[in-house]
């Protein structure tokens, strides 16, 4: 038998691939003041509420902006959007416009009053924070997501998303990679060989 052999690593957040995603955010006693932070720690942790989760570490500048807000907008990002959220990671807030320096752009948040969302991202989920936990170098911001924001382009004719066509990007070990070919849908392993051909017919 062929055993695969293994190298014990110390412990590190090997978690990977993850979103990458931009969050954008506010500041409350003056909204004009706006940023837009990269992060790869953002995940699902409810559903009913609806509710997702971001950590950032407590020096960078949106930390201060969310936390005094209680709002921020996750934005997933595409392909054509993969330079400026890699500078959107690397440069501060607290003396770089980024919007000016990469040519993205905020509107308004449904449901938001202070935190805006980034136009032209594929997925907007606009958020406010209900719980805020110290873990050391990051504090998680849980937000309940109170509208989402989908772009037109992206929904067809019934209204259904067709979020694979989005070219959408994650981040895995310090590299930004798109999404591939689709593999197979939710229960497809179990699926009729009918429901399995019409379904990924679709995605070839």
């Known amino acids: 038998m062929d055993m695969q052999k ?17 969050v954008s955010c506010a500041e409350k006693e003056q909204p004009e003041n706006k940023n837009m932070i990269t992060l790869a720690w953002a ?4 559903s009913e509420p609806p509710m997702v989760s971001v950590s950032v570490r407590k ?4 930390h201060g ?36 320096e990469t040519g993205l752009e905020y509107m308004q948040a449904e449901g938001l009053t202070i935190a805006p969302a980034v136009k032209g991202a594929p997925v907007s989920l606009c958020c406010k924070v209900r719980q805020v936990l110290e873990l050391g170098s990051h504090d998680m911001f849980l937000g309940e997501v109170v509208s989402v924001m989908v772009r037109e382009d992206l929904l067809d004719a019934k209204g259904s998303l067709h979020l694979e066509k989005a070219g959408l ?4 070990h310090g590299l930004y990679q798109k999404l591939g070919d689709v593999l197979g849908f939710f229960g497809w392993s179990i699926a009729r060989e009918d429901v399995l051909q019409r379904r990924m017919s679709a995605y070839h």
């Open 65 to 100: 902006l969310i936390l005094g807000s209680g709002e921020f907008v996750v934005n997933l990002t595409d392909e054509k959007m993969a330079r400026a959220v890699d500078f959107c990671g690397v440069k501060s807030g607290r003396d770089t416009d980024k919007a000016r």
């Open 43 to 46: 995940g699902t942790v409810n």
């Open 169 to 172: 990007i994650t981040y895995s």
């Open 6 to 22: 293994y190298r014990i690593l110390p412990p590190s957040t090997m978690l990977n691939p993850t979103p990458v995603v931009l």
């Open 59 to 62: 020096e960078r500048h949106s």
